[in-house]
């Protein structure tokens, strides 16, 4: 990079013929974050305690999104907004300037990287579980009228399914991952793992890059991340390989026809001995069935039903009656840690965490990810406790 006099608002060494300011390396770039991210999260957890002490710990959760963005916007706009530093930024010693006039940030651009870096992953979270639930009801009931009008036509009924009802299956499968912008990222870290330059998207949309503001020696090594490039492709080429594959078994065993002798048991072989379910009795019922509504005996044998298990004489499994599960033992064990009431219908996720089923079912909904330990969970595999 050249030297640039002051007057022109573009930066300047105090002494121009010692060194010029090189670019930030990826790890300087990445412990600048970490860094920032630790500072927002004692914010964070001063904010969510003042918080708790006015409203109370049932309000503190059900604002966690909205505190994080508020502490979130409270630190850049007290430090990028102003035009100065991150604690972050001067810990690594790098100073944030626009990729293409080497200058330092203009407002606008800085007022560009705040709310989209912020607002548009909190807009994100709210948003798209509403239209993952719109489109979720749109499929399922399109689905359903192709069903019945399948099921009540005996020639129909013995077709393969057709395209554009094998495409809307597709869709409802895979809606979450479909609609998820976590391939964005992962591809936009991809390309910073490699070039070591604009480690959010929101940097990258608005051009603002990190520069060294101390001098480097001649023996200095600044190492990059490529490999860590080279591995994310990796996973993202595998994980498509292997999407694609299962989508196409699955397309194979459903065109394949209901007198062809590969076909045995509502099971079809094909591509080496692959064997796949075909038999729509099994997911149907289950795929186009109707909203159960809010009544809890309907919901409790719903979950029954999805669950695989079985229902007991207690009309109500709520462990405010101690009579109910009582080898759990102890007040505070026997409250959900979500709605800070007794379980009723308490579940367990795949790392062994007991809350009530309409808690976690809709937390996971949200965020698919433990409540206590943030393991990865999804909805499908939380198990209902009986007796």
């Known amino acids: 990079m050249s030297d640039h006099v002051q007057d022109s608002g573009k930066l300047q060494p105090q002494d121009a013929s010692s060194f ?13 974050n970490q860094k920032d991210a630790y500072f927002q999260s004692v914010l964070l957890t001063q904010l969510s305690g003042i918080i708790r002490s006015l409203y109370g710990a049932r309000t503190a959760h059900n604002w966690t999104s909205e505190a994080r963005t508020l502490t979130e916007l409270l630190y850049l706009g007290l430090t990028t907004f102003v035009g100065n530093r991150t604690l972050g930024e001067e810990y690594c010693d790098v100073l944030q300037v626009e990729g293409d006039t080497h200058g330092l940030p203009s407002i606008a651009r800085r007022s560009g990287y705040i709310l989209s870096s912020v607002l548009v992953p909190y807009s994100l979270t709210r948003s798209l ?32 399914p057709s395209q554009w009802f094998q495409v809307q299956e597709y869709l409802l499968k895979h809606l979450d991952s479909i609609t998820s912008p976590a391939p964005v990222y992962a591809a936009s870290l991809a390309v910073f793992y490699f070039s070591g330059a604009y480690y959010q998207l929101s940097k990258r949309i608005f051009g603002l890059r990190y520069i060294f503001t101390r001098k480097l020696e001649a023996s200095e090594q600044r190492v990059g991340y490529e490999v860590l490039g080279v591995l994310l492709v990796l996973q993202m080429i595998v ?47 289950l795929l186009f069935e109707a909203p159960a509504g809010a009544d809890p005996a309907v919901q409790r044998e719903r979950i029954s039903r999805i669950t695989h298990t079985p229902l007991s004489q207690c009309h109500r499994y709520d462990l405010k009656d101690a009579e109910v599960m009582g080898w759990i033992d102890g007040v505070q064990q026997r409250n959900c840690t979500l709605c800070l009431e007794p379980m009723k219908d308490p579940s367990a996720t795949t790392c062994g965490h007991v809350f009530c089923w309409q808690c976690v079912t809709d937390w996971l909904r949200e965020q698919p990810m433990c409540p206590l330990c943030r393991q990865s969970a999804l909805v499908q595999h939380v198990l209902p406790l009986r007796g």
């Open 129 to 160: 579980p509403v239209i993952r639930r719109t489109l979720r009801a749109k499929l399922e009931s399109s689905m359903r009228k192709l069903h019945h009008r399948r099921a009540s036509s005996p020639t129909r009924s013995k077709r393969p």
């Open 20 to 32: 010029v300011y090189p670019w930030a390396a990826a790890p300087d770039i990445i412990r600048s």
């Open 239 to 285: 994980q498509g390989y292997l999407h694609m594959h299962e989508t196409y078994l699955q397309s194979q065993a459903i065109n394949v026809p209901s007198n062809n002798p590969a076909v045995a048991g509502g099971s079809a072989v094909i591509d080496g001995g692959v064997e796949i379910a075909t038999d729509a009795a099994i997911t149907a019922p």
